[in-house]
């Protein structure tokens, strides 16, 4: 077939007309709608060619230079790994890791390689766990004995050998049972090159041939020996190449990313971060004593407005993103030390922990005030900038060469990458999940309602979750973070550890972050550009009454909560065996209903807020960069003579290995849900399911369900209006639209 044109005007009436002639053959049976009848196929259009212009505009390019390489044939692709000897063997039944390494390649070569590699090593999991049950791909059922056979813990807070653990408490990949048995070695083989080929894929800073590598030799060319610093590496170089050379769109903004913004850098890009970004979840009402400490820094620097403007300030209007907990998250008792870290192959990577405090208005506006660089226990012995700009409405003229301030916003954005990666969305979203499904199959039977009612929302977590403890983690993030791996591991248990179930509650939630926890305090005009908090109280709402309404087919009052006996194993398991003691005590239906809905929203809304956005806001590499390349400034003086160049150089553009992963992270994280792993999807198979289904409790989950579809239909319109309702020129957030949020966490 030749291919089909898009319906005119004319078509539109014809088949509008058409509809209203002709009736169905029989009333009884489906109809299509006329937006439907437009597009379907038809005679004219089944035998008709597309035009020749058009045509020859989509074939493929005539130089295979020229040809785009989404993926590699996986054909070709593996023979290129048996041949590079990229694969484990055993030899006197121990596993050996693969002989083989890529020492040089190009940009683009490694960036395709990367993507396919890591979707082998998610594939190479969820056989495993297909083979094991845990998550097989036709299900079967076991009995409660066989779950907790199936489901063991990890050792937790420390490992068998005494040391920390490296992650929180999670599923033991491979049973006991299993581990000397010729299955065990199997795996073991596929583990131990998933632990490995990430890294061996990946050249070496000084590895990487083509283009890109050219053009950035170019660059440091001019300076090294043409004595022309002119012609350096500037940032515009930067924004240039990411219009010209970026990826295509597989995410939700289809490839689109903030280095397209000609004011990407600004004021105003930045707080709408905090609302509307990648992490919308930490922004929180400054205490009285960052009020405080930050006034005493305006006073040392000799920020004469800013001291008299925050005297006036109304301090509920004063909020914090507040990273001065980093050393001690990371294990450092020392709170003035350097946090450093180098890995083979890669640069030399610092982080920082800084706190940024912002002015939000009445009319919805966010302005940062204030940027600690980095602090260091206390704000005398950091570095403290204030924005030479007052208000939101201030000039925003000299903004783009203000490079002592540029480069404090680029300080939060290295502590917000940290924060929302390796906390907000690995583990208080992916750990905290996969500990309540391990204990969940410990303790619950499968055809128990709450089993029921949460297993659709860990479709292929344990198996994903597994493929980033192994691979993601080890091999790519502890390159390009400025912290030690145990550094790393140490963050990561100090945020789960630190992690409250209830408070968490979205209204909880809300309320300790200084916002309001109800839809009518949320619809003043102050919090318009927050659609977050306007999104996820509405979200969260929708489906506590759903799982409600489905609780109650099993356990009608409380009494029938406190007395099974699966569910008062259940909580206790979540604060034993997942080290978890903020998840509630359940003795009562409310109880029972906020925790389900709480499993629910991490799986689902919760992790597709702080996952989609991650290519937009995180591939432009410049303007959230992982780690600085360069040590921060320990002098307010030294930072306020700041040029350009300076902040060059504490970023990875000359980095192309470091660039890369970067950039590839976001690029791996942010693939568009398919339509069928939507909630609202999940929604519509429940009622079809159940619509024929004729038990009271059967009608009555057929009910529910068609309640949610039509509450989550509602509430699409709904978030668009949020989103329309933001200032002018504010990004679009859908993030949230139960047609594009995830079921499950699904990557």
């Known amino acids: 077939m030749g291919g089909r044109r898009s319906p005119s005007v004319a078509d539109r009436a014809f088949h509008f007309v058409d509809n209203l002639l002709h009736k169905a053959l029989d009333g009884d049976l489906p109809t299509i709608s006329s937006k439907e009848a437009i597009s379907r196929p038809d005679q004219a259009s089944i035998l008709k060619h597309i035009p020749e212009k058009e045509f020859l505009a989509q074939i493929a390019p005539k130089d295979v230079k020229n040809a785009p390489i989404p993926s590699y044939d996986p054909g070709v692709f593996d023979n290129e790994l048996l041949k590079l000897k990229l694969y484990a063997t055993v030899k006197d039944g121990k596993v050996k890791e693969p002989e083989g390494n890529i020492t040089k390649g190009t940009y683009l070569g490694t960036q395709v390689a990367l993507t396919q590699a890591y979707s082998k090593i998610e594939q190479t999991f969820a056989s495993l766990f297909d083979v094991l049950g845990i998550e097989p791909t036709l299900p079967r059922y076991l009995t409660l004995e066989e779950q907790r056979k199936l489901y063991n813990?990890?050792?937790?807070?420390?490992?068998?050998?005494?040391?920390?653990?490296?992650?929180?408490?999670?599923?033991?990949?491979?049973?006991?049972?299993?581990?000397?048995?010729?299955?065990?070695?199997?795996?073991?083989?596929?583990?131990?090159?998933?632990?490995?080929?990430?890294?061996?894929?990946?050249?070496?800073?000084?590895?990487?041939?083509?283009?890109?590598?050219?053009?950035?030799?170019?660059?440091?060319?001019?300076?090294?020996?043409?004595?022309?610093?002119?012609?350096?590496?500037?940032?515009?170089?930067?924004?240039?190449?990411?219009?010209?050379?970026?990826?295509?769109?597989?995410?939700?903004?289809?490839?689109?990313?903030?280095?397209?913004?000609?004011?990407?850098?600004?004021?105003?890009?930045?707080?709408?971060?905090?609302?509307?970004?990648?992490?919308?979840?930490?922004?929180?009402?400054?205490?009285?004593?960052?009020?405080?400490?930050?006034?005493?820094?305006?006073?040392?620097?000799?920020?004469?407005?800013?001291?008299?403007?925050?005297?006036?300030?109304?301090?509920?209007?004063?909020?914090?993103?507040?990273?001065?907990?980093?050393?001690?998250?990371?294990?450092?008792?020392?709170?003035?030390?350097?946090?450093?870290?180098?890995?083979?192959?890669?640069?030399?990577?610092?982080?920082?922990?800084?706190?940024?405090?912002?002015?939000?208005?009445?009319?919805?506006?966010?302005?940062?005030?204030?940027?600690?660089?980095?602090?260091?226990?206390?704000?005398?012995?950091?570095?403290?900038?204030?924005?030479?700009?007052?208000?939101?409405?201030?000039?925003?003229?000299?903004?783009?060469?203000?490079?002592?301030?540029?480069?404090?916003?680029?300080?939060?954005?290295?502590?917000?990458?940290?924060?929302?990666?390796?906390?907000?969305?690995?583990?208080?979203?992916?750990?905290?999940?996969?500990?309540?499904?391990?204990?969940?199959?410990?303790?619950?039977?499968?055809?128990?309602?709450?089993?029921?009612?949460?297993?659709?929302?860990?479709?292929?977590?344990?198996?994903?979750?597994?493929?980033?403890?192994?691979?993601?983690?080890?091999?790519?993030?502890?390159?390009?973070?400025?912290?030690?791996?145990?550094?790393?591991?140490?963050?990561?248990r100090d945020a789960y550890d630190n992690y409250d179930f209830v408070a968490s509650y979205?209204?909880?939630?809300?309320?300790?972050?200084?916002?309001?926890?109800?839809?009518?305090?949320?619809?003043?005009?102050?919090?318009?550009?927050?659609?977050?908090?306007?999104?996820?109280?509405?979200?969260?709402?929708?489906?506590?009454?759903?799982?409600?309404?489905?609780?109650?087919?099993?356990?009608?009052?409380?009494?029938?909560?406190?007395?099974?006996?699966?569910?008062?194993?259940?909580?206790?398991?979540?604060?034993?065996?997942?080290?978890?003691p903020s998840f509630p005590e359940i003795k009562t239906l409310d109880s029972l209903v906020d925790a389900v809905t709480m499993c629910i929203f991490i799986a689902s809304p919760f992790h597709s807020a702080v996952n989609y956005l991650q290519n937009f806001y995180q591939a432009f590499v410049v303007a959230k960069p992982p780690a600085l390349c360069k040590s921060p400034p320990t002098a307010l003086e030294a930072l306020r003579k700041f040029k350009e160049p300076d902040l060059v150089t504490a970023l990875p553009i000359n980095r192309q290995r470091e660039w890369l992963l970067a950039a590839q992270i976001p690029w791996l994280l942010s693939f568009k849900v398919e339509d069928d792993r939507s909630l609202l999807n999940y929604a519509a198979s429940q009622w079809y399911v159940y619509k024929y289904k004729t038990s009271p409790a059967e009608v009555k989950v057929r009910d529910v369900s068609q309640r949610l579809y039509t509450d989550l239909q509602e509430l699409q319109k709904a978030f668009y209006y949020n989103s329309v309702a933001m200032d002018k020129g504010s990004v679009p957030y859908m993030v949230c639209d139960p047609g594009l949020t995830a079921v499950s966490i699904l990557i």
């Open 506 to 580: 979205v209204p909880n939630d809300l309320k300790r972050r200084g916002f309001p926890n109800t839809e009518e305090g949320l619809k003043t005009p102050r919090y318009k550009n927050y659609p977050y908090a306007k999104n996820m109280l509405s979200l969260w709402t929708v489906l506590r009454r759903y799982a409600k309404s489905m609780l109650e087919i099993a356990f009608p009052n409380d009494d029938s909560v406190l007395k099974d006996e699966y569910i008062q194993a259940w909580y206790k398991e979540v604060r034993s065996g997942g080290h978890m």
């Open 153 to 492: 813990w990890t050792s937790y807070p420390k490992k068998e050998d005494g040391s920390p653990s490296d992650y929180p408490p999670h599923l033991l990949t491979i049973p006991p049972d299993q581990s000397y048995t010729p299955f065990g070695i199997f795996n073991a083989i596929g583990l131990i090159q998933t632990q490995v080929i990430l890294r061996k894929l990946t050249p070496d800073e000084d590895g990487f041939l083509g283009k890109t590598k050219k053009w950035l030799l170019e660059k440091e060319r001019a300076v090294a020996y043409g004595g022309e610093p002119e012609k350096g590496l500037k940032i515009q170089d930067v924004v240039d190449y990411n219009k010209f050379h970026r990826k295509w769109g597989t995410d939700i903004n289809e490839g689109g990313n903030i280095g397209l913004l000609d004011d990407w850098f600004s004021d105003r890009r930045f707080a709408d971060q905090q609302f509307t970004g990648t992490n919308p979840a930490t922004i929180t009402q400054a205490s009285a004593k960052w009020i405080e400490d930050f006034t005493k820094a305006a006073k040392a620097g000799g920020y004469d407005k800013w001291v008299t403007a925050l005297g006036k300030a109304t301090p509920t209007n004063l909020f914090v993103q507040d990273g001065s907990y980093f050393r001690k998250a990371c294990g450092v008792s020392d709170p003035e030390a350097v946090l450093f870290n180098k890995e083979e192959g890669s640069g030399e990577n610092w982080c920082v922990g800084a706190v940024t405090l912002f002015q939000l208005y009445d009319d919805g506006k966010l302005h940062p005030i204030a940027i600690c660089i980095d602090h260091k226990g206390s704000m005398e012995k950091s570095v403290t900038i204030f924005n030479k700009r007052m208000s939101p409405s201030d000039s925003t003229s000299g903004e783009k060469e203000d490079w002592p301030w540029r480069y404090a916003k680029t300080c939060a954005q290295v502590t917000d990458w940290m924060r929302h990666e390796l906390v907000i969305h690995l583990t208080l979203s992916h750990f905290v999940e996969e500990a309540i499904i391990v204990a969940t199959n410990r303790t619950i039977p499968m055809n128990h309602a709450v089993h029921r009612l949460l297993y659709p929302h860990w479709y292929k977590t344990l198996s994903l979750n597994a493929a980033a403890r192994t691979s993601l983690v080890p091999q790519v993030i502890r390159d390009i973070v400025g912290v030690s791996p145990a550094q790393a591991s140490s963050f990561i």
